[in-house]
């Protein structure tokens, strides 16, 4: 039986404007703390061409065993906070440009 595929790219509205995301990275713990680098998303305007990548902290490593994190453990309103967060940093997603790269608290703000 052929494995059904999953979508890579969702759909989400921040202030009545539809977004598109993914998931860019995932957490890094290799090397001393300070190197370990947290996941990061991948944001545009679904009529947009500017992305702006959101790096969140990396948190504690995980305990032996436990499973990486998938796009299904990322909260849909944490990607709203997020977005938010970024447009008031200063991000323009209609705008034409390099991608921007934004770090955001665990909470998204």
């Known amino acids: 039986m052929p494995r059904i595929k999953q979508p890579t790219e969702f759909e989400i509205v ?4 539809t977004y598109v995301w993914r998931f860019h ?7 001393p703390a300070a190197d370990w680098r947290g996941k990061v ?5 679904r009529d947009g061409q500017r992305e702006a990548m959101l790096e ?9 065993g436990v499973a990486q994190p998938q796009l299904s ?9 997020a977005i938010a967060s970024a447009i ?4 323009d997603p209609q705008s034409r440009g ?6 955001v608290d665990e909470h998204g703000g």
């Not at 390099?98 to 770090?103: E, F, G, H, R, S």
């Open 88 to 91: 008031l940093a200063g991000w």
């Open 25 to 31: 990275r995932r957490p890094q713990w290799s090397g």
């Open 73 to 81: 453990m990322i909260a849909p309103e944490l990607v709203v906070r």
């Open 14 to 17: 921040v202030d009545g404007e």
């Open 98 to 103: 390099k991608t921007v790269a934004i770090v």
């Open 41 to 45: 998303v991948a944001v545009r305007h």
């Open 56 to 64: 969140f902290p990396p948190g504690p490593p995980p305990r032996q």
